[in-house]
């Protein structure tokens, strides 16, 4: 059971490590510090639930329905580049600095919708948690519930640690350069994703 959550964790944990739309946001919003703890816990729970899935054999769903990747592809590129060219505007414009005052200009409805977004428009989220983790876990015969739990714990962990580590930087984000250099890379990672849906 133990090394079958430890293969979940180290598996779980290698697939959200990567710069993604997801994960520039919720450092965005730790620098910020606006809605941490509720953005890190959608973000978390989402993956719970879509590991739960995959860990459950619903990866064979996903696979069964050609169009419903096709249309979650679409979707999320369509977002990704609305998202990406409101981050280029934000740089572009410049003005903005850590400001403790301005950290709630997002309500809390708009930040975890924008979250939800971010997560459940991505095909790619399907492609790890659901069809890569699940035929992974359907290798742990009897220790498949072990696998997805390390994996979920993941999740939990690399979150929490991205939104709130994010406060060790407020220093060198109290620069609006910084601002708008870190909303240009936000950008470019966005509509990169885009860009890599609508070719595939």
Do not use: K
Request: hydrophobic share 60%; net charge positive.
């Amino acid at each position: 059971m133990l090394s079958a959550a430890s293969a979940g964790f180290a598996l779980g944990l290698s697939l959200i490590l990567a710069i993604g739309a997801q994960n520039a946001f919720v450092l965005r919003q730790g620098l910020r510090g606006a809605h941490v703890f509720a953005v890190c816990l959608c973000c978390a729970l989402s993956d719970a639930v879509l590991i739960a899935g995959g860990v459950g054999g619903m990866g064979a769903l996903v696979e069964a329905l050609p169009w419903l990747a096709a249309a979650m592809r679409w979707g999320g590129a369509a977002f990704l580049l609305v998202y990406g060219a409101r981050s280029f505007r934000a740089a572009w414009r410049g003005g903005a600095a850590l400001e403790v005052a301005g950290a709630a200009e997002q309500g809390l409805g708009a930040a975890l919708g924008t979250c939800l977004a971010l997560t459940w428009l991505n095909p790619h989220v399907y492609l790890d948690t659901v069809v890569l983790l699940g035929s992974v876990a359907a290798r742990w015969e009897g220790a498949r519930l072990a696998f997805g739990a390390g994996a979920v714990t993941a999740s939990f962990v690399f979150f929490f640690s991205l939104g709130y580590g994010a406060a060790l930087l407020p220093p060198l984000f109290a620069r609006p350069l910084a601002w708008r250099v870190l909303d240009a890379v936000i950008g470019v990672v966005m509509w990169a994703i885009a860009l890599r849906l609508v070719l595939e």
